[in-house]
Every structure is written in C-alpha cells, then in structure tokens.
C-alpha cells in the first residue's frame, strides 16, 4: 500500500483470501499474483509453478512468493513480541 498499487480496500479483500485459503498454502512454493483490469482487482494464488496469461487489457500490479513474505511477517511479529515483552 505504501506504494500506491493497491488500495486499503483491495488489501482488506486480499487478507480475507489469505485467511480463506493461507492454510493451504503456507508449505507449498505458493505464489500471489494480483491483477487489474479496467479498475477490477483479481487476486490469484498458485500453489505450483506454472504459466499464467492474461490478455492485454489486465495488469499484473504484483507477483509475490508466499512463503518468503511469511517468513518476513513471522519475524516481524517474533520481533514485536520480543518489543511487547520487554
């Protein structure tokens, strides 16, 4: 969001999906792929490599491997909880 490319509605959307569907995609080499397409927001997420075409309208705003922004926020939170405990 900080960015720009996407709004605070979209990210409360995309936080429904994870939410919806994280567990089954923690473990596995997942991938988040959002796209636009006149002004829709559409968020994807593999859970195998794989090609994925779009026609020339759609923009792809961001593609994310899951697992390593997991690990990211896991250490963001260890890191608060040690904060919060001090």
């Not at 080499?29 to 994807?44: A, D, E, H």
């Not at 961001?62 to 890191?79: D, G, Q, T």
């Amino acid at each position: 969001m900080r960015t720009g490319d996407i709004t605070l509605e979209e990210g409360a959307e995309l936080l429904s999906i994870l939410k919806e569907h994280g567990e089954d995609v923690y473990d596995k080499n997942s991938l988040l792929i959002f796209v636009r397409k006149m002004g829709v927001p559409v968020f994807l997420i593999l859970t195998q490599e794989s090609d994925v075409y779009f026609d020339h309208l759609a923009k792809v705003v961001a593609e994310i491997k899951l697992p390593a922004c997991i690990e990211e926020l896991s250490a963001l939170i260890r890191k608060q909880g040690s904060t919060l405990e001090q």
